[in-house]
DNA sequence: AACCCGGGGAT
DNA sequence: ATCCCAGGGTT
């Protein structure tokens, strides 16, 4: 237990550091739930820079919760397009809507009633309920994780069921419950730019005294995680099928990575295989009724696409064919200068790049 | 508890 | 290459 004392010094210190060193940013300006409520969604697994433009896209697009609920997903989909994680989108979108025909457009205000929506977890309902009430819910994000491991020299694991719980006991003993709202801002904000994962400034910082990793010289070794990501190797081979001025396009429909996003017809291979390969195949031949009516116009377009947990090894052929030629009618006939407004993969994305298509 | 879900920046 | 990022959902 942590004596009074302590804890008024470190809440003390920590938003005297946040207020001279916090950034200027958007979210941090509001108390509108539906604005804190998109900003820590697009903020999940994301950094600030990179998530910033795309909020205030959002906000400018979708100004209240009505107009987000009132979208198409693919309108949704197209706006986060390059994000990631776009299950964050889809949820969005689905929640919008509960919000609307649920809660008659009014964003709900308990924290059992936020966690129950679609897309977030404890996180971002404490998120929510302290930015937007100042109610007392600690967060507990990457930042916190870092921060509170190396001030108390915790070795516990923090991707461990048992690990997140005893940081966030500890997290909610030290909330400040009457600045809930600007706490939590100075504590993640800390970490972000104090207390950095790789190589923090350590003899200028606020906590070097009481840093109890530091005392050690442990800050390099917290905060501990057990599990190493695996990364699972794929092979596409995306078929880019032109009929005059049109071409096909599928929706990934399926639980795996890019769902509902659009792609071109797809033919994936537990290897990399060549396109005199790929054409005795029996995935190939279901699409085409006659292979004699195929004209391959140049060789693939190679690339590599990395994801956290995927390699993917894709290879575009440009076909060229008649609509009467492909024998299954799963995919989209669209014309080609309009794949534009499909929302795509960033994979996608740089195919219709190299191409000059966009 | 284990696994899945993106993309980008820093090192 | 590896790690991390204002995490959450599914199995």
Redo the contacts with the bound molecule.
């Keep these: 237990m942590l004596s009074d004392n302590l804890l008024n010094t470190f809440r003390r210190s920590l938003l005297n550091w946040y207020d001279s060193n916090k950034?200027d940013?958007p979210?941090?300006e509001t108390q509108d739930a539906y604005k804190i409520w998109l900003?820590?969604?697009i903020?999940?697994?994301?950094?600030?820079?990179?998530?910033l433009a795309y909020y205030n896209r959002f906000i400018q697009q979708f100004p209240n919760v009505q107009h987000l609920a009132n979208s198409h997903e693919e309108e949704v989909l197209k706006l986060w397009?390059?994000?990631?994680?776009?299950?964050?989108a889809r949820?969005i979108h689905a929640t919008a809507k509960t919000i609307v025909s649920e809660y008659n457009g009014i964003f709900p205000t308990d924290y059992e009633e936020i966690?129950r929506?679609?897309?977030?977890?404890?996180?971002?309902?404490?998120?929510i309920c302290s930015f937007s009430q100042n109610k007392p819910y600690a967060?507990v994000?990457?930042?916190?994780?870092?921060v509170l491991a190396r001030i108390f020299n915790i070795d516990t694991a923090i991707d461990?069921?048992?690990g997140k719980k005893e940081f966030k006991i500890l997290a909610q003993s030290l909330l400040d419950k009457n600045k809930a709202a600007v706490y939590n801002?100075a504590i993640?904000?800390f970490?972000?730019l104090q207390c950095?994962?790789?190589?923090p400034d350590c003899e200028n910082c606020i906590f070097n005294y009481s840093c109890s990793a530091f005392a050690e010289n442990k800050v390099q070794y917290l905060?501990v995680?057990?599990?190493?990501?695996?990364?699972?190797e794929r092979f596409f081979n995306y078929l880019v099928i032109l009929d005059g001025s049109y071409c096909f396009i599928q929706k990934r429909t399926e639980?795996?990575?890019?769902?509902n996003?659009y792609e071109f017809p797809l033919i994936e291979t537990t290897q990399k295989i060549d396109f005199s390969e790929l054409v005795l195949t029996d995935s190939f031949r279901a699409i085409f009724k006659n292979a004699g009516d195929i004209e391959l116009l140049h060789n693939g377009f190679y690339t590599k696409?990395?994801?956290?947990?995927?390699k993917i090894h894709a290879v575009f052929y440009t076909l060229k064919t008649f609509s009467t030629n492909i024998s299954i009618n799963r995919y989209e006939k669209t014309f080609f200068n309009k794949l534009a407004n499909y929302p795509?993969?960033?994979?996608i994305?740089?195919y219709l790049e190299s191409q000059k298509i966009i």
């Excluded at 929506?117 to 998120?127: F, H, P, S």
């Excluded at 639980?255 to 769902?259: A, E, G, R």
């Design positions: 950034r940013l979210w941090r900003s820590e969604i903020l999940q697994q994301t950094r600030v820079n990179q998530g397009q390059g994000l990631g994680y776009y299950s964050r949820n966690i929506l679609k897309g977030i977890g404890d996180y971002t309902a404490a998120a967060v994000d990457g930042n916190v994780f870092r461990t069921t048992s801002q993640m904000e970490g972000a950095v994962p790789n190589n905060p995680k057990s599990k190493k990501t695996k990364v699972r639980n795996d990575v890019w769902k996003l696409h990395i994801l956290s947990h995927q795509v993969s960033r994979l994305e740089i």
